[in-house]
């Protein structure tokens, strides 16, 4: 990426996978990491965060994987200010086509005191000497100040000019606790820019966390400050009350130019898929009033807001459904629709399969043109999101059958593959559900827990796929699984059972024998 300070130009710095990924129970395998990044790539990001090399085996090869698979943007990997960091994250970032090392540091005198146990000159040192070792690696070098919005101001401009001297191309000012307000952060990265001799020699970022709500808020008025990079997540994922939501970024970008005159190079129409995939990876649901990907950003029911719709749509909607890629569902395809027009369906809606997993998923949309009366596009999505979702999975729902009502006690019969063995149990529960996990855990000996179980529709009507989000915890290690079908409860085993598979990842590839199967 070239140094380009020009004044209509946002750069987008998508860190969902990093930050977004430090939300509690947020945790992605690398497949789901590879999925995301794939499209947040053909989305147009300019710079994806792919992980902390060092912070564990799994974050290395995720940045490895995305490294060699990302075709136009940045991949960017974080650092602390440490050799072993920097030439870790350097080794995971040496496929790339263009690659940057992040490293940074904490700044603000409570950070330096209480968490660095640093002197200032120390840290000052370490600057120098982080961001130097990463220059030999790349000319592509982002230095952060963390905790930058509680920094004395002398101290972080001595600290961003050695940066920019010692070869950071982008300086990033976090407001790591959210503490800041959009004036005060304006009055910030003016201060900055006049202030520091060799400001223009690079671009200025803002990482903005939302603890008060006003990420986006305060990330815009960096920009109209002069930063020209936003770092931010999909659905504003992150930790505690998250970071500034890309889609509210970059959708104020394109509708207010009249007060915000830069751009991005974000394709808009991609943002609902984006939302909707990174929402099911991480089975943190959208609030429904969430801006511009929330269920009810484009829905009117008041009287007078529909009256308004039908005579002209620009009296209550600002921008167009169309413009995030929200369509009406289309009931094009149904149970004689053949194999063309399938994968031109699926062409359509953006995915690429292979022929064997395309034999798989046109199989698999027979059986639910059989079940269901209409096949949505969503439906679609749900189907091909759940089948590549469960490619590579080594234990498999083979079948269930549930007796369940009022007389109980509740039954559940299953049968899971496992290894290529067909395993089946029954057992009883305190409901249906419950029966059908106690199944799982007889074939399948494990000792996670449920932290969660969330049930969705895919569309209205009593013949909707449900999809079922199930979250586990085992020794510290969280993972979530999904699942979707027209039945509910083979959803819900198919979710547990996918957590189950994640699990094993998390158990350095443990293979499913040493879960002990009877």
Not at 476 to 505: C, E, H, I
Request: proline content about 3%.
């Amino acid at each position: 990426m070239t140094n380009d300070n020009s004044k209509d130009r946002v750069y987008i710095f998508d860190t969902t996978l990093r930050d977004g990924e430090q939300s509690p129970g947020a945790s992605m395998t690398l497949g789901e990491k590879l999925q995301i990044a794939e499209v947040l790539d053909e989305m147009g990001v300019d710079i994806i965060e792919a992980g902390f090399p060092i912070a564990s085996n799994g974050d290395f090869e995720a940045v490895t994987e995305v490294s060699k698979m990302v075709k136009n943007a940045v991949v960017c990997g974080l650092a602390r200010a440490g050799d072993k960091d920097i030439d870790r994250a350097a080794d995971a970032l040496k496929h790339a086509k263009q690659s940057r090392i992040h490293t940074f540091i904490s700044t603000s005198p409570l950070h330096m005191k209480f968490k660095l146990q640093m002197e200032p000159e120390e840290v000052y040192e370490a600057v120098i000497s982080s961001v130097t070792r990463a220059r030999g690696y790349t000319d592509n070098v982002e230095w952060s100040c963390e905790d930058g919005t509680r920094t004395e101001h002398d101290f972080m401009c001595r600290c961003v000019e050695a940066a920019i001297k010692a070869g950071a191309t982008t300086i990033n000012v976090p407001d790591t606790v959210g503490y800041t307000v959009p004036e005060e952060h304006f009055e910030l990265f003016t201060m900055l820019r006049q202030r520091v001799p060799n400001s223009d020699k690079a671009i200025f970022s803002a990482h903005c966390h939302n603890d008060l709500g006003m990420a986006v808020a305060n990330s815009l008025a960096a920009v109209r400050a002069g930063a020209r990079q936003i770092e931010c997540t999909i659905n504003g994922m992150g930790e505690r009350a998250g970071n500034a939501a890309l889609e509210e970024i970059v959708m104020a970008l394109r509708t207010r130019g009249d007060v915000l005159p830069y751009d991005s190079s974000v394709n808009t129409e991609v943002i609902t898929r984006v939302s909707k995939l990174v929402s099911n990876v991480t089975a943190f649901p959208v609030q429904y009033n969430k801006a511009i990907v929330g269920k009810n950003a484009f829905a009117h029911e008041s009287g007078i807001h529909q009256d308004g719709m039908l005579k002209n749509a620009e009296t209550y909607e600002i921008m167009t459904p169309e413009s995030v890629g929200l369509k009406e569902s289309s009931l094009v395809m149904g149970k004689h629709s053949g194999r063309h027009a399938f994968r031109t369906k699926l062409e359509e809606m953006g995915y690429e399969l292979g022929d064997n997993q395309f034999q798989d998923v046109f199989a698999r949309f027979k059986d639910l043109a059989d079940k269901k009366k209409h096949v949505y596009d969503e439906d679609i999505e749900a189907l091909v999101d759940d089948q590549i979702a469960h490619a590579d999975d080594n234990i498999k729902v083979v079948a269930l059958t549930v007796i369940a009502g009022t007389g109980g006690p509740q039954k559940a019969t299953l049968t899971l593959e496992v290894d290529d063995r067909h395993i089946t149990k029954e057992c009883t529960g305190d409901g249906p559900v419950d029966a059908t996990f106690n199944a799982i855990k007889a074939i399948v000996d494990h000792s996670a827990s449920l932290q969660l179980f969330q049930v969705s529709a895919v569309t209205e009507g009593t013949d909707a796929q449900a999809e079922v989000s199930v979250r586990l915890e085992e020794d510290g290690k969280t993972v979530t699984g999904r699942g979707a079908d027209t039945d509910t409860l083979v959803s819900s085993a198919k979710a547990y059972v996918s957590a189950l598979n994640k699990l094993m990842v998390k158990r350095q590839k443990t293979k499913p024998e040493a879960l002990a199967a009877s």
